[in-house]
Structures are given as C-alpha cells and as structure tokens.
C-alpha cells in the first residue's frame, strides 16, 4: 500500500513540474514571439515611410528607442525594397546578401498579388517579412 501512495505522489509531481515547465516555456515563447513581431513591424513602418532607405534621424532613433528598440540594431536586418508601377518592378538590393534580383522580384510580385498590407512569405526555410504601402513600395525583412 505505501508503494502505491509512493508510485502515485511521484507521478503527480513529475506531472505537477512537466505542467509548469512546459507552462513557463510557452509563456516565454510567445512573449519573445511577440516582441519580435513588433521589432519587425517597426522597422517595416521605417523601411516604407523612407521609401524603403533606412536612414537614422533624430525623430526615428526616438521612436525606435521608445519601443525599445536600439538604433544600432537596426542595422542587424536585412532587407529589401521594390518599387512597383503598372508596367515596372524595380528592386533595390541595398542591405540583404541571401537573395538575387529574381527571388526578390519573385517575392515582390508574390506580396503583391496577396493584396495584404502586412504579411510573411517563405524562401529557402526563411521568413520574409513584407509590408506594402500606398506607394506600393514593399520592404521585406529576414528573421
């Protein structure tokens, strides 16, 4: 009988500490998930707001620095811009080595075509982040 309780209370605490583990690893993963997210979404809404150039002003390092964001890892994303018009694409490879002219021309008609302000394509197991605006530049960043 003691061997059963004994059985039972150690199953219950491996399940109470596998509960709260795993628990604490969710909570973890979606907080740095989120955070991330937004990085991105701010860098994206710099990206586009300077026709997909990323120059470092006084008023950007402010608002970057109030969503906690340091200005000199900034410079850790890569990105890139296109500039699309009814008969043209253009690309500006400016800040991203793991691409050529056709996969990003590809990305861009991609996001295009989704018709989404915001959105995540894939190519070779990477994320690309992109966001359209009303200039129809589209800036995609790597994470």
Known sequence: MLRKLRIRFILIATLCSSLVII???AALNITIYT????NIRTVLSVLTANDGELPITNDI???LTSQNIQAGSIYNFQYFSA???????TVNLGNIQSIN???ALEMTNNSLSSNNE????IYNNRYF???????K?????SF
């Open 35 to 38: 955070q991330t997210s937004a």
């Open 23 to 25: 628990g604490f690893s």
């Open 83 to 89: 500039s699309a018009t009814a008969s043209n694409v």
């Open 101 to 103: 002219e056709e996969v």
């Open 61 to 63: 390092e402010k608002d």
């Open 129 to 135: 982040s992109y966001q359209l605006s009303q200039k």
């Open 118 to 121: 915001y959105g995540t394509l």
């Open 137 to 141: 530049i589209v800036s995609s960043s």
